[in-house]
Structures are given as structure tokens and as C-alpha cells.
């Protein structure tokens, strides 16, 4: 029996109004009965949330942040503390996700300051780790480099609130997924550098997610793995019906 608690989490990106947003966790909540086993988080633009943490309040839905600035405050026009999104609601925050890295300037040192701020001010990271399709034949020592940079100054309390996703970047958005039996090995190789840099039980204890074109047709067999706890999902979070499903798949295992 594992001890670790599912997570489906759903990335919305820069996608939806708050209208929007109330619409979809109005429908969302309709189909949701009161849910322990597993935790459903969704992730919404910054714009939403306000407003969807007051429709949340009470609710087994979590609700988390897309990014956060490392500081507390200051001058860091258009940045957002974690202060501010706890003040809206949310429990979690996405560190690290690709687009992040890659579009926005997020290094693995900026990375490792955000994970740092956002356990120092309360709020659950997910840190997103990946390798493009140019260094898929070098997954390990991608994962490695990323891993050993961005959880530095973490120690293995700090590890075990967090969760980390694991997301193929050439498997992002792209609707291709990787296979089961790929997404497990990886995860695993991430559980076993876990062991080696803290021990075995923290290394138990760390969520660990799949993220990748996950969708009602292949979660199931993603969810399946003995390694996989969940999953990071992007457009099919967008649906209501569709990431229920998703979720259906993951309280079925
Ligand atoms: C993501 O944004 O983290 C993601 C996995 O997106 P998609 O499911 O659309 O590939």
C-alpha cells in the first residue's frame, strides 16, 4: 500500500475569465461528491482566482497558482507573492513548468528560490521537471541537473510537502503522450535519485505526477503505474467533463 495521497491537478495556462471560471467550477462541483482519497486541484490564471477561491471555500476542490515571485513584496511590477495567493485561496503553486522556463526566463536558480519561498510562506509546491525532444536520448542527466539545481536549500521535510511532476516537454500540448511504461521508468529513475540524495522513506513519502497530453482516453493507464500519483493536466483540465473523467480514472485504481 502506498501512502501517498493522488493529486489530479489541471493547468489551465491563459485560458479562461473569471466568469469563466465560475462557470466551470459551478459544473465541476456538480459532479463531484465529497472527495478524500484523492485530492483535485485546479490551477487557473491569476485573474480567476480571487474569485474562484470564494466559490471554493468549503469545497474539496483545491485551488492552486500557475507561478509566484520569490519575494515577499516590493517593487516587482507585475510579479505576485505567495501572500497574495494564499490570500485568495490557494493551497498550491506550480514552480517551474516548462513554458516558465522557456518562454519566461525561469532558470534553475530562479526555479530553487521560488520553491524555497513558497515552502517558507506556506504555500504546496509542484515543481515541474522535463526534457525536450533534442534531450530525450539524455532523460537522466537532464532530470539529474534539474533535480540537484532546483531543490537545493530543500531538506527532506520540505521534500515531503511537495510534489513533484514529471512533464515531457515534447509531450506538452503536442498530443503526444509518452507510454506508461516510459512515464514509470522516468518517475522511477526520479524516486531513485531521491533515495540516493535524502533516503528510501522520503523517497516513498514524495508525490510524484505525469504530465503530458494526459486525457480521459489514457489516464487510466498512465494512473496505473506503480510510480505515478497523479497527473499535471493541461487542455483536458479546460472541460469540465473531460477533466472529471480524468479524475473518475484516477478514483478507480
Ligand atoms: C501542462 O501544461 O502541464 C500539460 C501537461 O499540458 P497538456 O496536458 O495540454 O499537454
Known sequence: MTMRRPLIAGNWKMHKTPQET???????????????RIEILIVPPFTSLDRAGKLLKGKSLLLGAQDMHYEAEGAFTGAISARMLKACGCSYVLVGHSERRELFGDDDS????????ALRDGLRPILCVGETLSEHD???????????????????HALAEMTIAYEPIWAIGTGKTATPEVAQE????????ITSHYDNATAQATRILYGGSVKPANAASLLAQRDIDGALVGGASLVAESFFQIVEAARSQ
Open 22 to 36: 465560475e462557470e466551470f467550477i459551478v459544473e465541476f462541483l456538480s459532479k463531484l461528491a465529497n472527495e478524500e
Open 110 to 117: 530562479v526555479v530553487s528560490r521560488k520553491l524555497n519561498a
Open 138 to 156: 539524455r532523460v537522466e542527466e537532464k532530470i539529474t541537473q534539474q533535480l540537484t539545481e532546483d531543490l537545493d536549500g530543500i531538506d527532506e
Open 186 to 193: 522516468t518517475i522511477s529513475m526520479i524516486r531513485d535519485w
